[in-house]
């Protein structure tokens, strides 16, 4: 068996190439088929598995993002219904939290869980139904709570016993393979966020919906890093928000946006909107 698959410390030549291989087809990673085709290639070698679903974001916010990649029919990220799907992503995020971040497997009808009691929709939810078991682990982000989480599906009842070593040793290159390829259009959970409070009109006009989306977690305490990641943009591109929220407001600091911003908004139609479509 391959390097990750047996005794690490008596590796052959051949463990290393073969694992040296499987890294290298990374770098031809770009597209979603692309990254579709190396998960369900030599990776499975290692990492057997007919669905892996990655998710990331603030869980602890209920702000989480998702991929979906299978090479089984209609297993996509657009068809995954996010109000079903979220409520699983998280409850396996927490159990990872609370058993140290160490990875762990889900056998289903044996750990007392079943997908009913998940209660999946959509066009995924049949696929998801043949699923037997789950291996799952994440990357624990401390700076910019841009957490992430990886589950990966498996039609067998039993995962592997060495697994559990090869998803800590490989997952740094999965999450840096996933990186590498672009978000289609409405590929990832729009997660419903807080209602904001929306601007009176100002003299210099009011706060668009991205600004007033942005305004709120300014006003949370959030840093221009945090709110990139929680948004999915740069932090330079919540500067220049920033830049332009500070002219409208009149203001010259996060301080008085923050207390501008507390002082003339009201609760309105618009700010649902602005929850559906965050």
């Not at 396996?92 to 997908?115: C, H, K, M, S, Y």
């Not at 904001?196 to 942005?214: K, M, Q, T």
């Not at 008085?256 to 700010?271: G, L």
Request: with cysteine; net charge neutral; charged share 20%.
């Amino acid at each position: 068996m391959p390097l990750l698959s047996r005794d690490v410390s008596t590796p052959t030549e051949e463990d290393f190439s073969q694992f040296s291989a499987l890294v290298n087809e990374i770098l031809s990673v770009r597209r979603h088929i692309d990254l579709m085709k190396w998960l369900q290639g030599s990776l499975q070698q290692y990492l057997p598995h007919d669905i892996l679903i990655a998710a990331w974001g603030d869980f602890h916010l209920g702000l989480i993002h998702y991929d979906v990649v299978s090479s089984m029919p209609g297993v996509r990220s657009e068809s995954a219904v996010a109000e079903s799907i979220a409520p699983l992503l998280t409850g396996l995020f927490d159990r990872w939290i609370t058993q140290d971040r160490a990875p762990f497997t889900i056998n289903v009808n044996e750990d007392g869980f079943t997908w009913e009691s998940v209660a999946m929709q959509g066009p995924i939810a049949e696929a998801m139904s043949s699923m037997r078991s789950s291996l799952v682990h994440g990357i624990n982000d401390q700076r910019g709570r841009h957490d992430c989480l990886y589950v990966f599906f498996s039609k067998f009842p039993k995962r592997r016993r060495n697994e559990s070593n090869a998803v800590r040793i490989l997952l740094p290159y999965i999450d840096s393979t996933l990186r590498q390829v672009e978000l289609l259009p409405n590929q990832y959970a729009n997660p419903a966020v807080a209602e904001v409070e929306l601007p009176v009109v100002s003299d210099n006009g009011p706060l668009s919906d991205r600004e007033a989306e942005i305004m709120k977690w300014v006003a949370m305490g959030k840093t221009n890093g945090e709110i990139g990641s929680i948004l999915n943009v740069s932090s330079f591109t919540i500067k220049n928000h920033m830049q332009r929220i500070f002219k409208k407001l009149d203001v010259f600091n996060r301080a008085q946006a923050v207390s501008n911003f507390k002082r003339h908004y009201t609760p309105s139609d618009a700010a649902r909107k602005l929850s559906q479509n965050a």
